[in-house]
């Protein structure tokens, strides 16, 4: 990833962070020119929610809104009841300690802030999967830590430095591949031989397509019955419209959760007490998901038919709401192509310079969108 030398960012560079360059700047050109067609935009290019928050989770928010008091950094029992409800309900953990449940800010801030939370700092290697949502590289970069991209995904091999933490993440952002209950097991006891925290994050859960189950790092599968070393990251930003809302937690290791919660009790991270009543009750309730669900498998079918089509190849994207799809050529001029036709995607290389030849397709657009994608490929 390039890094940064413009002016703004002397104070970050002085404490020895060297933050990457912010890519989304290269696509303006080429939404300018999609913006220019005739049809308008067909904006696929980030996984922003554009369907309501459901109506019970606004409620809930609503019914919380006198908050007079300071809100606990740790959430409710309550809500870290739900959280070790929902583990159960919905992704076959029945194991999970409501005292290793965190909400967060969102999981953007904990995947930033991860690394500095675990004490990680110079010296210190986080691993990563080689193409991946750029955050991970960033909170190791904001901890004075080395990113590591890794090209294999099990893992670095040997001799190489100190290893404080393993992200994984599956469904992946931005190949949507899931990772199988071995592929996991062999990285937890892969982290757990170098004494590496194994943190993933798995916030496309809910969205497996085409009947994949989607194992979470938690599973007693997975995890050989011990969630020791282990944190799953969880949002709700996706599966339930509320990426306004910053609604997410993690769970797993009580001893790691409670060093989290003590620096973060200091640093004054705490959900707002509204917010924490919106997770509950949007924890609780299936329904909307599978309403939810529903609409992103219908968008999925008629975008893959489209790229299709098209002459795409659509690679993993076995879950989540990306398609990974390449032409085989480099992903600017597929990002140039489709901008003519007032298609606007995210070239692969964002994430890493292995996906130099993919194009992310989100399926985050209404299906008025979506439906115009199909007439413009077509
Ligand atoms: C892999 C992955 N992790 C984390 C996030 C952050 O989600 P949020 O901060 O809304 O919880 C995203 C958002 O796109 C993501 O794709």
Not at 67 to 84: F, I
Not at 243 to 265: Q, T
Not at 277 to 292: F, I, K, M, T
Request: with cysteine.
């Amino acid at each position: 990833m390039t890094t940064v030398s413009g002016p703004g960012t002397g104070r970050a560079r002085r404490a020895g962070v060297t933050l990457p360059d912010f890519p989304w700047d290269r696509l303006v050109p080429f939404a300018q020119q999609a913006r220019a067609h005739p049809g308008g935009i067909v904006d696929l290019s980030v996984g922003t929610p554009v369907d309501p928050t459901p109506e019970l989770v606004q409620q809930a928010l609503a019914a919380a809104a006198d908050a007079p008091g300071y809100p606990q950094t740790y959430g409710t029992p309550p809500l870290r009841e739900a959280v070790a409800a929902w583990f159960a309900r919905r992704r076959g953990v029945p194991d999970v300690d409501p005292d290793g449940v965190l909400p967060t800010i969102g999981s953007k801030e904990l995947v930033a802030w991860l690394p500095t939370l675990l004490g990680l700092g110079a010296g210190d290697v986080v691993a990563h999967p080689a193409v991946a949502y750029p955050t991970y590289d960033v909170g190791a970069r904001l901890a004075g830590a080395t990113p590591l991209p890794m090209t294999s995904t099990l893992g670095p091999g040997p001799g190489t430095g100190a290893i404080g933490l393993v992200w994984v993440n599956s469904p992946g952002n931005p190949t949507g591949q899931v990772l199988g209950t071995e592929h996991l097991r062999k990285l937890v006891r892969w982290a757990r031989s170098i004494g590496a925290v194994l943190a993933s994050d798995e916030c496309y859960a809910e969205l497996g397509w085409d009947g994949v189950r989607v194992p979470s790092i938690l599973d007693p599968e997975v995890c050989e019955g011990s969630h020791e070393g282990l944190l799953a990251v969880y949002s709700l930003s996706k599966q339930s419209n509320l990426a306004g809302y910053r609604a997410s937690f993690v769970a797993g290791d009580p001893a790691l959760v409670r060093e989290l919660l003590e620096v973060r009790k200091h640093a004054g991270m705490i959900v707002p007490w509204p917010v924490q009543e919106a997770l509950r009750v949007a924890l609780g309730d299936d329904e909307h998901v599978a309403v939810q669900r529903e609409r992103y498998r219908a968008r999925r079918e008629q975008a893959r038919a489209a790229l299709e089509a098209a002459g795409f190849r659509i690679d993993h994207s076995q879950a989540g709401l990306y398609l990974w799809s390449t032409r085989d050529e480099p992903c600017m001029d597929t990002v140039a192509a489709l901008a003519a036709r007032g298609v606007l995607v995210a070239p692969g290389d964002f994430y890493g310079a292995a996906g130099a030849r993919h194009v992310r397709v989100a399926l985050t657009a209404t299906d008025e969108r979506i439906a115009q994608l199909a007439g413009r490929l077509a």
